[in-house]
C-alpha cells in the first residue's frame, strides 16, 4: 500500500503502481485541496482512492497501514511545527517491517 501525502491531481500518484507487480499496489492519495481530490475520483477512479485531509493531522480513522509513504513539495510550505506534526501522524500510519 503506498500513499501520496499531498498528491494534488496525483501527477506523481498515477505512477506509483510500477512499485509493484500488476495489481499488487493499492495506491491512496490525499490532499487538502478539495478541487483537487475531486478530480483525481473522477478522472482517476480506477488508479487509487483519493481522500481529503485537513491542514492538521490526523489522517482518517479507517485508513489501513502503508508500506510506502511519499511526500513530494509539501514539508517546504508548512511551518516547522506543523511538519513535525505530519512526521509523526505519517509514521504512526507505516506498516511495521516483521
Do not use: Y
Amino acid at each position: 500500500r503506498v500513499l501520496d501525502f499531498g498528491c494534488g491531481c496525483a501527477r506523481v500518484t498515477r505512477f506509483l503502481g510500477c512499485l509493484g507487480n500488476g495489481s499488487d499496489v493499492e495506491l491512496f492519495g490525499c490532499d487538502i485541496d478539495k478541487s483537487a481530490i475531486e478530480w483525481c475520483n473522477t478522472e482517476l477512479a480506477g488508479v487509487g482512492t483519493f481522500f481529503l485531509n485537513d491542514d492538521r493531522p490526523p489522517l482518517p480513522a479507517d485508513l489501513p497501514e502503508f508500506d510506502v509513504i511519499t511526500v513530494l513539495s509539501v514539508f517546504t510550505h508548512l511551518p516547522e511545527d506543523m511538519q513535525f506534526e505530519w512526521l509523526r501522524t505519517l509514521g504512526a500510519n507505516l506498516r511495521q517491517a516483521d
